[in-house]
DNA sequence: GATGAATGAGCCTTCATTCAT
DNA sequence: AATGAATGAAGGCTCATTCAT
């Protein structure tokens, strides 16, 4: 078999291992049950070696949840910039993004992680805020009002309630996480059936 | 003189009495960092006592989350068996019972707490499915039906989706124990924006 | 054998046995390398009793080393009181409680772990200086000045530097716990010599 | 460009400059608080560099407690050769050599080091009495039999105690180490009192 | 020789659980 | 039944030492 001690590595790829070992095991298990040693082991080096690259468990936990949100902020923005997307458009597209790059990814158990550990991890808790849940919030208000004023929302006063829209969103990371397996959902419906009650049909040749 | 030891009470009384810590702890810290003892010290017995009523610590944390749900769906069932409530009253009446129930509650950190402990007990996310979100939902597409056949609902394809009226309550849950301290939200609008969107408006002149 | 598990005790006893297993491995091996383990072994209890009376190693070692002084500097005190007692046989008395308190006892390791880890534990040095150097040289002081004015000391000054009625009993102290096992050192000898040198002959007759 | 990696040097070099390192942190913190890693750093070098010269922290202990003495010992040999000078100026030299070479330099936490971890290295407290204690003390008992034959000394006996002249030199380290903080001790002071104690006046008129 | 990432034994401390009283 | 002192398995973290580069 391969020999495995002492193989040194491109540390900045130790550090992905690392992220990626407690990544599968907190989501697994959640902070309190999953231990070093294991993250350490799934991660292919010893125990002392995690500690080379994050000074302490919390420290681990705190960066793999802090890091893994951004990738996905970037690309909303864009859709508010362009103007010409409709917005009905815009938002489901923010739906299919959700879903092709957390949902139907590793990523959803993360978000499941925070909502969990949240109230441990002041810290997160108000970064997941302030970084994801505020802009995401902001730019869907954005486009809410957009549809509201070319008229194209069943009930504009929507357009102050951009939380009505992230809802689905949760659902589906919840059912998703926990319930899946007693029962299926399927979210392409879920998103489209909101999407079509939020929305007016379009008329067709108005 | 005063004997204040071996303290004899009601068992169904101690029982809850350790119930009761046991869910102030858990909601706020969650199951790993709840110390059998903390739960004994603010049930206001020794620690060994916990044990004569529970086996251990996970049959408590099972035991409560289980018991706690109960008297919730008693009250929904009622909803749908008076076929003279309107379908929107009784969403309502439901949006109602879920903010004085659950929300404005200690309760509220129940559901955060199955999310947070649920694929660590798998028999406890079993049973919230089967007990609460599957007759849950089943009140609900009943209701919803009911509102489409009678031509309330803006699009009636969301009978079939009940999950889309949970996932309000859920947002409100999830807000409340994580993000009401960064940003406050109206749950009383959230749930009336989501009504309004949900149904037709009375036609005034009918 | 004895049947050992879960035996019940004292907690006064209880405390003591730990102290005086933590004294012997202190002792002989210092703070840093005597385990918490060793302690509980060598007390006849468990590992996790020890944390029952006392919140953490160092601690433990506080209380220990604060622990010992106080029943010899009661003795001491008495010394000053009696001013009929001549200065000369004071100090020997000193000397002699010197040696049966301490340099006979186990308790002059303590001194020596005092010194060897006082830096670590300003805490402690600090009590000691305050509690029983401070206290031992005032004494000592008295004691000088007393024989000073009664024109005993061969050299007057002495009055005023204590410490050197200090030193022989602490060089009695290290090579006792350091080189006794190589070269003997007849302490009576030692203090005697000193007593001699410092005090002038009583004149016979005069 | 700056090449710093790989820094040779001359091994007897690196070797002094790894002791001075070890000797500042062993001095300050003790052995077992002293992390190699830290003295590699100190020395200016990788951690592994220390292996290179030493095969393990013991041996650096040993090394390094055992090496620093010497250079005391060669300078107080001279004292007892000149026999022309008279004794009570010679011990004041010893004294005043001390304070030099020990009291005044970071060597003065040499001897609380010995004390310290004495009992740990059997060793190294083996090798101090048989080098130095042993060697200072025969150096002492000449001069001190050459006093008294001259007449010289109030207390003749002292002569077969020379451990009483070394006992204000061991509590001037022991002062300067732990209390100095707390109470200033004059330590030229201390010797000369000292000294007046021991040695009759010079016979002003003879 | 020199480096420093990697290793893993070891130790402090916590806490669920037990059981003598 | 109730108590809480006692137990000991478990886990986070450190650091002396090794070794591939």
Do not use: C
């Amino acid at each position: 078999m391969a020999a495995k001690k002492r193989e040194k590595r491109d540390p900045q790829q130790r550090k992905a291992d690392i992220l990626g070992a407690a990544f599968a095991l907190f989501a697994e298990r959640g902070f309190a049950a999953t231990r070093m040693e294991d993250v350490a082991i799934r991660a292919g080096i010893a125990k002392g070696t995690v500690y080379l690259h994050f000074p302490d468990k919390e420290a681990l936990f705190i960066e793999l949840v802090s890091g893994i949100a951004s990738p996905i902020l970037s690309q909303i923005d864009g859709l508010v910039q362009n103007e010409a997307i409709p917005p009905r458009l815009a938002v489901s597209i923010f739906y299919a993004l959700f879903r092709r790059e957390v949902l139907e990814t590793e990523r959803r158990h993360l978000l499941r992680l925070v909502l969990a550990e949240g109230p441990m991890f002041p810290g997160v808790t108000e970064f997941y805020h302030r970084e994801i849940i505020s802009k995401g919030l902001g730019v869907l208000r954005i486009l809410l009002h957009r549809a509201a004023r070319r008229g194209e929302l069943r009930n504009p006063a929507v357009a102050e309630m951009p939380q009505l829209v992230i809802a689905p969103a949760l659902m589906s990371i919840i059912w998703s996480t926990l319930f899946e397996r007693y029962e299926h959902l399927d979210t392409q419906k879920l998103f489209d059936t909101f999407l079509d009650t939020l929305f007016l049909p379009e008329r067709a040749a108005q």
